[in-house]
């Protein structure tokens, strides 16, 4: 390991400029005659749209223009897609509705775009935007996922009878059956997996231009998948063909998902800037945010698990309903099937399991991936499957699970994923050292000396990443690939810039996927700069998501560095005078066994640019090389994290005392990093399970709308965490990485409950477990005893 | 832990609102290209303020939050806007000495005060020890919070004279949200930035003059 290479700590190249206030997000770039974009959006959950009035708000001071769905259906722009199919049990593909950019006909949530207005100043577009009269008959709301597909229910798309997208399914229902038929124990629990609202800090933001000189349109939009983006606005949304459209995405503020998909806001302002000959901004403020952005998890879940007398798993069925809005996200059918139900085996040899989801419309904002993406739904109900089993049967948990780990590799489950490696018992041996696991008897004695309840729970989590191989997600109903470019172009000094459809928000792209040129090419990492994030640039790119970056970004990088080392040695061959596969490169230097003489890696670029040791017709000039990366397989990260906590059953407050994550990643390349991503992916975990849940009022109306009502995480809400590292290389990359960017959000919400329900005795409480949830539960019982 | 909450001044009275002191800075002067502080029929009010140890003085619509007036005016843009509810600290600066939230004090109030941003904290081109405990700690991921983080935690140091714990920094930053790190390394961060700034002898309150 060299001190910038693979394995490094290294310290962030791009922090410079953060915390000097000088990185460029959307929101601080400003075009020349920049006009502004507000949107008027619905007050009602479910109503028809009777008239839109644009005439006083168009009178406005300051207003450049007024449009709604009709305008945009006049100029035949494409509506919002959903690009994963699904189809039902019975075959049928699933029923989705129109998602038109602004609403035609009806809107379907509080926060629906009913109309645009364009101002000279935002103030103007705001002040014209109060000044739209928009004429409502309200219609009854679809809130509640458990009800919503009931017959007496609202219908919220014609195309959805029962407001049912699909019914689907995965897995063996009889070979289930027979295995519960025959079980000593059978575990069955209900789960609610709280809808989340996603709140990265930075808002989303677009600004939409247009080149009327060369008939050619630019967007600058807060995005973790730029190429995507420009592929969706061209191909499907029509706004203009993919070589006449340019989709920059400068510094992101975060994403977690919720910067993948493509938006009205951002289809609308890059429309209206041809229609007004004015570049158009639009951002976001937080509200907009609460009420807008695509929102995350919404499952109701009845679970079961049978196990035989000795303790061995025989089988896993569960039953969701997955709530997924007023309409379709851009991959929001995907993630409570092929993201969900595939990870239902957990780390453990589960013979049998059935899985089967129905997708719900209800009058909300549209839920699609928040990080995770599914797999925190699945890691939830296997891991409080497994501790309950485990309690029932009278087994310790560790033991319990590690009785049922899968403990040899490749690993074929029942539900699709070929696990390729891992070592699940390392993991939780270290975690349960860690943790001091032993010790945990005397704790909760001195914890009770104090009148607290301590309870220790546990969460040994595996997730699908890389979100890839292309075939496989094809043959699943995606309608993209999933793999990853790169292009390596070295400069004649010897410095390199690299292109990456990988997209970093936060990742600390521009100093890992630096350390691998580093140490490859054995060049200070001050040579590397990073580029991503315009499309102009970069050729095609999938994006940031699914922990993929690593696993699937970094190692087009490695492939395109293969190509141009083997182009080098050719040129370091001509210089050298020895034949080329006598040349070899080490640590940055070319040498040969047929010479005593070497070469720096920069000498070689500036030969390779010059030309003047080799023919047009013995060698092309120049050094750059691009490559595609399609892995053959998922990644499969996987750890175990142990949540010990305290709860006051006076007050319901209940404070982690110690949190243990002993994650396997494979490769590390910046451990500094991936640890950074644990504590992360930790903190959203908890939020999940003790603070953060989005409640619609049976209107529609979003009660939990700003951060006055939505509980955030904040910095005193956490402790600082146990983090440590077991390793077993991916197979399938050629760096061994597995990903880490969702670990922790996977991990938490389980171990927290666990540990609550261990410290409470009884299996009582949802997420979020907030004071007042716990306080009920904690004193459930003398409740019961009052009321008799 | 109250004090990002705390104006540093009363809103000034309109009348007063233009001392006129200090000579107007060429950049903060001139009127933007894009003047999204001024709209149309909106109230004018002139200003004058010292920004990062620059005079910066407008003419602004009397509705402009100080935030707006320094992203849009002064094109300085390392401060952010992350909610409308005063909650997530992305745009925490220093007014006369004191931690606010920019998003919630109008820039008429701001009349005659001295202003630091991010873009202030560095001197002579040397970074704040505090800005470089967060990149030493990787205290920050997106960067987005990363400006209101600093500029807090500087505040806290100084007002607690360095007198502080992981418990002190997990309390006193109640009014900064960070979505990406877990606070676990930016806790790091200021403890290592509040060791710094102690040893250099600026962990002291600052002066509000």
């Known amino acids: 390991m060299t001190a910038t290479g693979i394995g490094a700590p290294v310290k962030r190249k791009e922090d410079q400029r953060f915390i000097t206030g000088k990185g460029q997000y959307t929101d601080d770039i400003n075009r020349p005659g920049q006009a502004y974009a507000v949107f008027v959006r619905s007050p009602h959950a479910h109503a028809t749209l009777k008239n839109i009035d644009l005439s006083a708000a168009l009178k406005s001071p300051g207003c450049l223009g007024a449009f709604t769905g009709a305008d945009l259906a006049a100029d035949k722009v494409g509506t919002l897609i959903c690009g994963w199919m699904i189809h039902s049990k019975d075959g049928s593909p699933m029923k989705a509705g129109v998602h038109p950019a602004l609403a035609q006909g009806k809107v379907r949530y509080v926060g629906d775009h009913v109309a645009v207005v364009i101002g000279e100043t935002l103030n103007a577009a705001k002040d014209a935007a109060e000044k739209v009269s928009v004429d409502y008959d309200a219609l009854p709301a679809v809130t509640e996922l458990a009800s919503a597909q009931n017959a007496d229910q609202p219908q919220i798309h014609a195309e959805a009878a029962n407001n049912t997208v699909y019914q689907w399914h995965l897995g063996d229902k009889a070979a289930v059956a027979a295995a519960f038929a025959g079980a000593k124990y059978v575990t069955k629990i209900d789960l609610i997996n709280n809808r989340l609202i996603p709140n990265a800090i930075e808002p989303r933001a677009a600004i939409g231009e247009w080149d009327a000189g060369n008939d050619s349109l630019t967007l600058y939009t807060t995005s973790q998948n730029p190429h995507v983006t420009r592929l969706v606005l061209a191909a499907f949304i029509g706004l203009a063909p993919e070589h006449k459209l340019r989709v920059i995405a400068p510094d992101v503020g975060g994403g977690f998902g919720s910067k993948i998909f493509i938006y009205a806001e951002e289809t609308v302002c890059l429309w209206a800037a041809r229609k007004v000959g004015r570049p158009v901004k639009w951002t976001g403020d937080r509200s907009e945010a609460f009420l807008a952005d695509a929102h995350g998890r919404d499952h109701v879940t009845h679970a079961e698990l049978a196990v035989d007398a000795n303790g061995k798993i025989l089988a896993l069925r569960a039953s969701t309903k997955a709530n997924l809005g007023g309409y379709l996200s851009t991959f929001a059918s995907s993630v409570p099937t092929y993201l969900y139900a595939p990870l239902l085996s957990g780390q453990y040899d589960i013979p049998a399991i059935y899985c089967e989801v129905d997708g719900v419309y209800t009058n909300t904002a549209p839920v699609d991936a928040y990080r995770g993406a599914g797999r925190p739904e699945a890691t939830f109900v296997v891991e409080r499957l497994v501790e309950v089993a485990a309690r029932q049967i009278g087994m310790d948990p560790a033991e319990f699970r590690r009785q049922n780990f899968i403990k040899s590799f490749p690993h074929q489950t029942p539900v699709i994923m070929a696990y390729d490696a891992g070592d699940y018992e390392a993991c939780l041996n270290k975690a349960l050292e860690l943790a001091d696991y032993k010790g945990l008897g005397a704790r909760k004695a001195e914890s009770a000396k104090k009148g607290l309840k301590r309870g220790l729970g546990f969460s040994a989590y595996i997730e699908a990443c890389g979100i890839a191989p292309s075939q496989a997600v094809g043959s699943l109903g995606a309608g993209v690939g999933l793999w990853e470019s790169a292009e390596v172009r070295v400069n004649p000094t010897g410095s390199v810039e690299v292109l990456t459809g990988s997209h970093s928000h936060g990742q600390g792209h521009e100093t890992t996927f630096a350390q691998l040129v580093s140490q490859r090419l054995g060049i200070p990492i001050e040579q590397v700069t990073i580029v991503h994030g315009d499309t102009d640039k970069v050729q095609f790119g999938m994006g940031t998501y699914g922990s993929r970056s690593g696993a699937v970004g970094m190692s087009a990088i490695f492939r395109a560095i293969d190509k141009v080392i083997v182009k080098a040695k050719k040129v370091a061959g001509f210089v050298l005078e020895v034949p080329e596969e006598t040349v070899d490169f080490n640590d940055g230097i070319f040498s040969s066994k047929a010479t005593n003489k070497t070469l720096t890696f920069p000498e070689v670029a500036l030969q390779a640019y010059i030309a003047h040791k080799f023919t047009g017709a013995q060698l092309e000039p120049g050094l750059k090389e691009g490559a595609f990366f399609d892995p053959t397989n998922f990644t499969f990260p996987s750890g175990v994290h142990i949540c010990e906590l305290e709860i006051d059953p006076a007050t319901g407050a209940t404070r982690i005392e110690r949190w243990t994550a002993v994650d396997d990643f494979g490769t590390l390349v910046n451990p500094m990093i991936v640890e950074g991503q644990v504590h992360g992916g930790i903190v959203q975990g908890v939020g999940q399970a003790l603070l953060e849940g989005a409640v619609y009022n049976k209107d529609g109306q979003l009660v939990t709308a700003s951060f006055m009502d939505y509980t955030m995480p904040r910095a005193s809400d956490v402790p600082s965490f146990k983090v440590a590292m077991t390793s077993t290389p991916c197979p399938s990359n050629p760096l061994g990485i597995k990903g880490c960017g969702e670990a922790g959000a996977i991990a938490a919400p389980a171990a927290v409950i666990n540990a609550i329900t261990d410290a409470l005795g009884h299996e009582g409480v949802a997420m979020p477990a907030t004071p007042q949830a716990v306080w009920r539960a904690a004193n459930r019982s003398t409740q019961k005893l009052a009321a008799e | ?209």
């Not at chain 2, 290209?33 to 200003?47: A, D, E, F, Y």
């Not at chain 2, 997990?170 to 009014?175: F, I, T």
């Open chain 2, 1 to 209: 832990m109250f004090s990002l909450f705390r104006k540093g001044k009363k809103p000034a009275e309109p009348a007063s609102a233009s001392p006129s002191a200090a000579p107007p800075a060429a950049a903060a002067s001139a009127t933007p290209s894009n003047p999204t502080t001024t709209t149309p029929g909106g109230r004018m009010v002139k200003i004058n303020l010292t920004v990062n140890g620059k005079p910066a003085s407008a003419d602004i619509d009397a509705r402009t939050l100080l935030v707006q007036f320094l992203r849009e005016n002064l094109r300085l843009t390392g401060t952010h806007v992350g909610c409308d509810t005063s909650q997530c600290g992305a745009c925490v600066v220093h007014l006369d000495g004191r931690a606010v939230k920019s998003c919630t004090t109008l820039a008429a109030s701001c009349d005659g005060a001295k202003v630091v941003t991010i873009e202030g904290l560095a001197q002579g081109g040397k970074l704040h020890p505090m800005q470089e405990a967060f990149r030493e700690h990787h205290g920050l991921q997106c960067g987005f919070c990363t400006p209101g983080m600093i500029m807090a935690a500087v505040d806290i140091v100084a007002r607690r004279g360095g007198r502080v714990s992981e418990d002190v920094v997990r309390a006193d930053l109640e009014g900064n949200i960070c979505r990406c790190t877990g606070y676990h390394n930016i806790v790091a961060a200021v403890l290592a930035g509040a060791a710094a700034m102690s040893a250099a002898g600026t962990a002291k309150p600052q002066a509000a003059e």
